[in-house]
C-alpha cells in the first residue's frame, strides 16, 4: 500500500514548507517538509521546495515501510494514511510501542481509531503539554481513519514535528 494524494496533503499541510533549518515544537532540527536533520546534513544555503519533495517522497517512504512492517491486519487505504502520517510525525517507535499498534493488531478497529487522539502533546523542559498543531494533526488523522473516501483535511498551521 501507498499514501493517497489525501494523505499526502495531510502530511504537507500539517508541516508545512520551510528553506531554512528551524526546530520543531519539540526542538529537534528540521527542514522542508518536516524532514529530520542528522549531524551529516547541512543545508546552510536553504533547500527549494523541489528538494524538499525529494526529501518528503524518501521520509514518506520510510513511514509507509514502517506500518507495513508493524501492523498484522487489514487496512483501508484512510487507516493506512492516518498512520503513515502519525509514524512520519511521531516516528516507527512509538507507534511500536503504542496501545494503538497492539489494539490494532488485535483487530480493534474503533479502539485503536480512538488512540490516535492521545497523541497531541509534547515534552517542553520536561512537561508534557497540549500542542494545538498536535491536536488537529490527530484529529485530521482519525478523520481519515474513518472516512471511507478521504477528503483533503484541514489542519492547523504547520507546528513542525513533534
Known amino acids: 500500500m501507498q499514501l493517497s494524494a489525501a494523505g499526502l496533503a495531510l502530511v504537507k499541510t500539517c508541516e508545512g514548507f520551510r528553506g531554512r533549518a ?12 518536516g524532514h529530520r536533520l542528522t549531524q551529516r ?23 509507509e515501510e514502517a506500518v507495513t512492517s508493524l501492523v498484522k491486519v487489514s487496512l483501508s487505504q484512510g487507516q493506512f494514511d492516518a498512520l503513515v502520517d502519525f509514524v512520519f510525525n511521531l516516528g516507527s517507535g512509538r507507534l511500536g510501542g503504542s496501545t494503538l499498534l ?4 488485535q483487530g480493534f478497529y474503533d479502539i485503536a481509531a480512538g488512540q490516535l487522539l492521545f497523541w497531541d502533546h509534547a515534552d517542553m523542559s520536561g512537561v508534557e503539554i497540549e500542542v494545538a498543531g498536535l491536536k488537529a494533526r490527530r ?3 482519525f478523520n481519515l481513519w474513518t472516512s471511507t473516501q478521504p477528503e483533503t483535511p484541514a489542519a492547523a498551521p504547520a507546528q513542525g514535528v513533534a
Open 22 to 33: 528551524y526546530l520543531d515544537v519539540a526542538g529537534i532540527p528540521t527542514i522542508g517538509y
Open 102 to 105: 497492539r489494539d490494532l493488531n
Open 139 to 141: 484529529e485530521a488523522e
Open 41 to 63: 546534513d547541512a543545508f546552510p544555503a536553504g533547500i527549494d521546495e523541489a528538494t524538499a519533495e525529494h526529501m518528503l517522497a524518501c521520509d514518506v517512504g520510510e513511514a
